[in-house]
């Protein structure tokens, strides 16, 4: 069942409040790629990789809200998943790159799309060259990127429940 845009809406504006806390709490959030991930409120300390970073602001919002949003990794917020299992879940719904961004949508970076290495999470709506993306791929992150700040995208995805 999908959401309605409204739905859709409120999702979108949870994931957006997360990411801009996780931004402005980032001295305390640091870099590990442990499984199964946790759950993490977005103040505090502890630590995520870029896939636990985008998986922990849909599970946020699906906290918070009446109606489910899916896990974008595929494994019901279980904390197994990365940017392989994020870019099989949702192959079938990619943003082509001339079209406007949302908040909520996941470009994915690496050698080919069988060999993900990286994954960033739109945080601000916009085009190619507007948009606001957060990464989280290393310890001094997460951080605000634009979706070209690597030269290895590969491909940009929109969560079956934002689609």
């Known amino acids: 069942m999908s959401l309605t845009s409204t739905q859709r809406s409120v999702a ?3 994931i957006r409040r997360y990411l801009d806390q996780v931004i402005a709490n980032r001295a305390n959030i640091h870099y590990s790629q442990f499984r199964p991930t946790q759950i993490h409120a977005p103040s505090g ?3 995520t990789d870029c896939s636990g970073l985008c998986i922990n602001a849909f599970h946020w919002a699906d906290l ?5 949003i899916k896990d974008p990794a595929g494994y019901g917020y279980t904390g197994i998943g990365n940017t392989t299992t994020i870019l099989s879940t949702n192959r079938r719904r990619r943003v082509p790159l001339d079209h406007k961004f949302f908040v909520g949508d996941m470009a994915l970076f690496g050698d080919s799309l069988y060999h993900t290495k990286h994954v960033i999470i739109c945080r601000r709506n916009g085009t190619y060259t507007t948009s606001i993306w957060t990464s989280h791929g ?3 992150g997460p951080y605000d990127v634009r979706i ?3 030269s290895d995208l590969l491909v940009v995805v929109r969560a079956e429940s934002l689609a």
């Open 12 to 14: 979108r504006m949870l």
């Open 45 to 47: 300390e502890w630590a």
């Open 64 to 68: 918070w809200t009446p109606f489910l």
């Open 138 to 140: 290393q310890e001094s």
């Open 148 to 150: 070209n700040y690597r």
